[in-house]
């Protein structure tokens, strides 16, 4: 495969590329699901193929096929040159790529247990396992439990990507996931729902790490409690800790989208959205001192794990707010250009098929000094969010609300009565600066991050340590 990346390199260049960039990517993926119960068909497949892209007259042209004879290689590079040249006759501003470093390099995640040798059969039981002992938790709580979704899989993506600079990087990463919806219901007071992913980098040996038949059935009983037990919360201004999980949300949300260089530019506003960032804010607070916000793609075993971009650019960790000040954008190669910066190895691509766009990987607030004691002993009168249930946030990402599901109220710093969908809503500002301790535990999340058009999924992490904010408004939701 390699001599046939540098062969189209070559091409790209004999045809008249300024620049050129080949990427072989094949994607397989495997997932088992358990639906009430019953097992569904299982989902399988592959996807594999090549992309090129080029700078020709300071334009860029895409192509890509799934074949990988010469021939095909000749036809996707011309197509890509003519795209570029038809460009260069309507684009006014040329395209600039700022410089990075030539890199050879290899980032092979070898799995203990390789996902794809596990027996079906045995991952089939184990939703099954999982499944019988969260009916017997629902039981227990006296609850009905009308729905339930279990799903677990992997995911093995490859890249190999040649550049006309002299970088060359390979890359194989296996992915384990695992995820559950779950809704419970008691006659009298409505239904609740609990939906979680769970995702990390490497083999099965992730997944067993995971101990799901004691996590999930745990969570059906907290679902059970906040049907039988939950009180309505109160509507004050009051102080409120919330927990990792809602912090991860809200770090990915308010600080990661709107700090993408490309949705900064407002290349983005037709597909993922607009930002309330703008160049005059780089450097401008929004947060108390607190808030430190970090987006690093090398974290081991993580959801969003990788060590260079699809452009070959080193990953780093990206210091999005610093202690309450906008530090800096997420950037690929062009984006850098434009801010006359560098770029941070931001750029990726879901799938051979399409072109790489600036995209987080593990988004999460840095932790501080406190416990999580120590955070809800400094409360008088408050609550405490441990997880969500529902949020929304506007296109902007500046005005955003969270419905609560586990949560509980706080009186002079002891945790009281489980609350039933406290709400909280307010501006990034708003929430930022209201941040006044951090926790020092911290905790990641898995989901897939969905961007552009045709949209692009990436596997991410979102986390951080629990936090406690000053004087919030709290509001509720109707129960259903």
């Known amino acids: 495969m390699e001599d046939l990346l540098n062969y189209a390199v070559d091409y790209a260049m004999r045809m008249g590329a300024s620049y050129a960039e080949v990427r072989y990517q094949s994607d397989s993926f495997e997932e088992f699901t358990l639906r009430n119960g019953v097992s569904e068909a299982p989902a399988f497949g592959t996807s594999r193929g090549l992309s090129v892209r080029v700078i020709v007259s300071g334009s860029m042209g895409f192509a890509s096929t799934n074949l990988t004879k010469k021939a095909d290689v000749r036809d996707i590079v011309g197509r890509a040159i003519t795209v570029a040249k038809a460009s260069s006759k309507v684009v006014k501003n040329a395209i600039r790529m700022v410089d990075a470093k030539s890199t050879r390099a290899e980032c092979i995640v070898k799995p203990r247990v390789k996902p794809e040798f596990v027996d079906p059969d045995s991952k089939v039981e184990l939703l099954k396992e999982v499944d019988g002992r969260s009916i017997a938790s629902a039981s227990r709580g006296d609850v009905k439990f009308p729905m339930r979704m279990l799903s677990v899989g992997h995911w093995i993506a490859e890249k190999h990507i040649v550049t006309s600079e002299g970088s060359n990087v390979h890359s194989r990463i296996p992915r384990v996931m695992f995820s559950y919806m779950l809704t419970v219901a008691k006659a009298g007071k409505g239904t609740t729902q609990r939906f979680e992913n769970m995702g990390e980098s490497g083999g099965w040996e992730r997944v067993e790490r995971w101990v799901l038949d004691e996590r999930v059935p745990e969570e059906v009983g907290k679902l059970a409690k906040i049907l039988t037990e939950a009180v309505e919360p109160p509507t004050d201004t009051l102080d409120v800790v919330l927990g990792p999980e809602l912090v991860g949300i809200i770090c990915h949300e308010s600080a990661g989208h709107p700090l993408e260089a490309d949705r900064v530019l407002g290349r983005e506003a037709a597909q993922g959205g607009e930002t309330y960032v703008t160049r005059e804010l780089i450097g401008e607070y929004i947060g108390s001192e607190h808030v430190t916000i970090v987006d690093d793609p090398r974290l081991p075993n993580s959801f969003g794990y990788y060590l260079y971009d699809d452009e070959c650019v080193e990953a780093r960790e990206r210091v999005l707010i610093d202690r309450g000040k906008i530090n800096e954008l997420l950037h690929n190669r062009e984006t850098a250009a434009e801010f006359d910066t560098l770029s941070n190895g931001s750029s990726r691509a ?131």
Do not use: H
């Open 350 to 480: 879901s799938f051979y098929g399409v072109e790489p766009i600036v995209r987080m990987a593990n988004t999460y607030m840095r932790p501080g000094d406190y416990s999580l004691e120590e955070l809800i002993e400094g409360v008088r009168y408050g609550v405490y969010i441990s997880s969500y249930m529902e949020w929304n946030i506007d296109d902007r990402r500046w005005n955003q609300r969270y419905v609560g599901l586990e949560a509980y109220l706080i009186k002079n710093g002891r945790l009281e009565s489980m609350l039933r969908n406290p709400t909280i809503e307010l501006t990034t500002k708003g929430l930022y600066s209201s941040v006044d301790a951090v926790g020092k535990d911290i905790r990641f999340y898995a989901g897939y991050c969905g961007k552009s058009e045709p949209m692009q999924s990436m596997p991410v992490w979102f986390g951080g340590p629990a936090i406690r904010l000053r004087g919030i408004r709290l509001g509720r939701s109707p129960v259903s």
